[in-house]
């Protein structure tokens, strides 16, 4: 019986010191990704690696980078060939690009990815609206920013007062980098173009959604929503926003610029008027 109850008390000790020895390396490695969302005072925005912030250049509207050299420098392209991706992200939003050097860059609908030099740690977005041209990539951008020359349906390069000529306008884009347009002759939060029975939206589509996320140079209180015929139009500074059919969902494309005559069907931007009475 002693020797039972001493082989006892061994086994008893044993499990306890076992217990006790147990320390952080047991304890399994938190899973990493190579692309994550992370929640930050922008909202939430795409990491890399290291936590480190994505970024998204307006420049590259038409889903090609325009960065290189010292801009490259200064912003480095982000690039993994297969992406180990964090919750709420999906591998069909994710794609390669080539490069004009031969070299690839992944891209979140469309717009190529960055670091930026100059975030010293994960969680710093310091590189949100550099220029304003720079913007942390959000995985649910609703309305974007996009900067490049302003060509017409009519082939012409326009400015941003709608005079013939060269020269970079930013405007506002959706997520997918689709251009949106106002109509002159409309009113504020009043759309005065879209027939009762739509039969004239396939030229110009109302932009059918609200606002939610944005580039944080746009003033959330600058947008809204009005009824037409039943249906959402998106607005910006009172004015309704279209699309140009004929633009073809061409990420970019600012064909409706000059339709009927230059300025008829402007793009908007932080500079534009508000839309009156």
Known sequence: MRINLSLGGLLVAAALFCASCKNSDDTPPAETFDVAVAKTALGDILTGADGKTLYFFTKDVAGTSVCDGN??????????????????????????????????????????????????????????????????????????????????????????????GTGETTYLVDSLGHTLYAFAPDKKNKNTYTKSDFSNNATWPLAEYDAKFIPSSLNSADFGTITVFGRKQLTYKGWPLYYFGPDGSVRGATKGVSVPTPGKWPVVNQNSAAAVD
Not at 141 to 150: C, D, P, R, S, Y
Request: charge should be positive; proline fraction near 3%.
């Open 71 to 164: 801009c490259l420098a200064a912003w480095p392209l982000y690039y993994k060939e297969t992406l180990k991706l964090g919750a709420g992200l999906s591998t069909a939003d994710f794609t390669t690009i080539t490069r004009a050097d031969g070299t690839k860059q992944t891209a979140y609908k469309g717009w190529p990815l960055y670091y930026y030099k100059n975030d010293a740690a994960a969680g710093k977005t310091d590189g949100d609206k550099v220029g304003g041209v720079w913007y942390v990539a959000r995985p649910h951008f609703t309305v974007m920013l996009a900067t490049g020359q302003l060509k017409g349906n009519d082939g012409k390069n326009y400015t941003s007062t709608y005079t013939e």
